[in-house]
């Protein structure tokens, strides 16, 4: 079976072609700036040239038409005609507390992913953008959501409360649903193959460290804890979001600045993490050039989020009383050595320790940084938040036939 993993954003389109008879990606892509009057398509089809195209798109129903062009193309595409595509799967950032796993979409289910507009105003309007346009675009051919909380909704509540009026629950939902969850679920996995251990035997605290940043506490195979909250803003300090800090500075700060509502938000969102603390940069990179060539700002960026994500980990592992394996994912969990060095170093009490020169190697596979010696196994794992989809996407296609 042949099918399309589409990520939806409000101005981007990301897109994977998969043959599921061996998991092989036969082309991906991106359509950027959709809206504006130079939009850039860029097609790579595996093992042909990289194509871009700049042109007007106006909307998401052109831009997936565009997308189905260029995999059916002469030249550029890998497709004798679109029919060949079987089933479509969207990645979905909120599926509240109605989806505990991937589903198939009905009326129902979009209506549902309406529902849940609120809790992320800018996340789950664009996926149904996406889900319309593909279904405009390839009618009858049956479609899936994946959500990126539903694998923490095995959360108990005494975790997802948060210790506020309760009417707040009863009347808006509000407490913690976190994200990233088809990363922490796909690299725990690939964590106990790799192991050749099973997950239900295991405790792992996956560390999935991007743009945007979270952890999670993953016992017995399921979500016991992670850092996001009611919105990605919880947890670690990221690029350009704050993470944790007292509730108190939010009223403070707007009392002071005179800030509104929105103001606010975009502080703690976009102007904060190592960009707000460095000066420079949100972009892990910058800050260890900055800090090699001894810059103070970026010394100082790296050492919070460093210092905080190392707590969190000590964190999770007492909420879970121990912990066999720690993964790293994600662009600064699998490419920055000097993270990871700089994390491992101060977990000797419980039994860490790495291998400085498996710790630098570099490879797009998964491997273990740890001695033969250490307590807790540390892995490296290359994220594939796509397959993910896209098995769970055959799955319930097969599941629904
Ligand atoms: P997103 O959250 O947008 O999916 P990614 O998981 O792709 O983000 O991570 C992007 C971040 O990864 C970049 O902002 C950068 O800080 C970091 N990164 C990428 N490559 C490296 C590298 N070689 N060394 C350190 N950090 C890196």
Redesign the pocket.
């Known amino acids: 079976m042949k099918l399309l993993v589409i990520n939806a954003g409000s101005s981007s389109l990301k897109y994977q072609l998969y043959d599921m008879t061996d998991e092989s990606v036969l082309a991906k892509g991106l359509v950027e700036r959709i809206g504006m009057d130079s939009s850039i398509l860029t097609h790579k089809p595996t093992g042909k040239e990289e194509v871009t195209e700049v042109s007007e798109i106006l909307e998401h129903t052109t831009a997936i038409r565009k997308v189905l062009e260029k995999l059916t193309d002469k030249e550029h595409g890998v497709l004798e005609s679109v029919e060949e595509i079987q089933a479509v799967g969207h990645r979905v950032v909120h599926g509240g507390e109605a989806f505990k796993g991937s589903a198939l979409v009905t009326s129902e289910v979009k209506a549902e992913i309406r529902r849940l507009f609120d809790l992320a105003p800018l996340h789950n309007p664009p996926a149904i953008l996406g889900i319309n346009a593909a279904e405009k675009n390839m009618p009858g051919v049956p479609q899936v959501v994946a959500f990126d909380t539903a694998f923490h909704q095995t959360m108990e509540e005494k975790v997802y409360l948060y210790p506020i009026p309760k009417v707040l629950y009863k009347k808006h939902r509000v407490r913690r649903y976190g994200a990233h969850g088809t990363s922490h679920q796909y690299v725990s996995k690939v964590a106990a193959d790799y192991l050749n251990r099973p997950i239900e035997d295991l405790k792992i605290i996956t560390c999935h460290i ?3 940043a979270s952890m999670t506490a993953v016992q017995g195979g399921v979500s016991t804890d992670t850092s996001m909250g009611l919105t990605p803003l919880e947890g670690l300090m990221m ?1 350009t979001r704050s993470g944790d800090l007292d509730p108190a500075v939010v009223t403070f700060v707007m009392n002071k600045e005179e800030l509104s509502l929105s103001e606010a938000n975009s502080m703690l969102n976009k102007h904060s993490g190592l960009l707000a603390i460095s000066g420079s940069s ?4 910058d800050i ?1 050039d900055g800090m090699a060539e001894g810059d103070p700002n970026s010394t100082l960026a790296f050492e919070m989020y460093e210092y905080r994500l190392r707590k969190y980990i000590g964190s999770y592992a007492a909420a879970m009383n121990g912990v066999d394996v720690i993964v790293f994912t ?3 969990g699998e ?2 050595a000097i993270v990871r060095e700089k994390v491992c170093e101060n977990l000797t009490y419980l039994g860490v320790e790495i291998d400085p020169e498996l710790n630098k190697v570099r490879s797009g596979d998964p491997r273990r940084i740890s001695t033969p010696n250490s307590k807790v196994e540390v892995l490296v794992i290359p994220t594939n938040e796509e397959l993910m989809i896209a098995r769970d996407t055959y799955r319930i296609v097969q599941e629904n036939q």
């Open positions: 991007g743009n945007g690029g949100s972009d892990m990179r260890t994600a662009g600064v490419n920055s």
